[in-house]
Nanobody, 118 residues
Framework: QVRLVESGGGLAQAGGSLTLSCAAS????????MGWYRQAPGKERELVAHISRSGSTYYADSVKGRFTISRDNAKNTLYLQMNSLKPEDTAMYFCAAKRATLSPPSSWGQGTQVTVSS
């Protein structure tokens, strides 16, 4: 079992920044890839970014150049630095753990709300 706990969400103005954190505990050895997903009201959950244990990253086109994903393997913590926020970034953000890049998430956090005002 892997437990994921997100923090750092909140309210930001358009053009502002927020940083999300996700602390992982439990069967950490099972985690090769960690990622951030988001779900806006009435929309499907979508992948925002993920990062492998070696540091390889993927970003959705909608966040490229604005968001940066990173992980501290020693602290078992995942981060998402979000800059130049837009109202369309408003969503519940979820941390996820996967065994491989193309695998579906095997563990989810409870989510943290990000709201961007225009």
């Amino acid at each position: 079992q892997v437990r994921l706990v997100e923090s750092g969400g909140g309210l930001a103005q358009a053009g502002g920044s927020l940083t999300l954190s996700c602390a992982a505990s439990g069967s950490i050895f099972r985690i090769n890839v960690m990622g951030w997903y988001r779900q806006a009201p009435g929309k499907e959950r979508e992948l925002v970014a993920h990062i492998s244990r070696s540091g390889s990253t993927y970003y959705a086109d909608s966040v490229k150049g604005r968001f940066t994903i990173s992980r501290d393997n020693a602290k078992n913590t995942l981060y998402l630095q979000m800059n130049s926020l837009k109202p369309e970034d408003t969503a519940m953000y979820f941390c996820a753990a996967k065994r491989a890049t193309l695998s579906p998430p095997s563990s989810w956090g409870q989510g943290t709300q990000v709201t961007v005002s225009s």
